[in-house]
């Protein structure tokens, strides 16, 4: 699997809806928001690179 894959994935699998939504409108962005916080996609990317 190529690496932006793995990570969609990861940032996927470790969504969290009800922060997503708050997370979105703050945002302000058409780009999707998965409702991580900066450490949960450290801990998912770093292994990664």
Known sequence: MILPTRI???LA??????NA???QAYLKS?????GL???????IVR???
Do not use: I, K, V, W
Request: aromatic share 0%.
């Open 21 to 23: 939504a708050p997370m």
């Open 47 to 49: 292994p990664m690179l």
């Open 30 to 34: 058409a780009m999707p928001c998965h």
């Open 8 to 10: 969609r994935a990861g």
């Open 13 to 18: 699998e470790a969504a969290c809806p009800a």
């Open 37 to 43: 916080r900066m450490s949960d996609l450290r801990r």
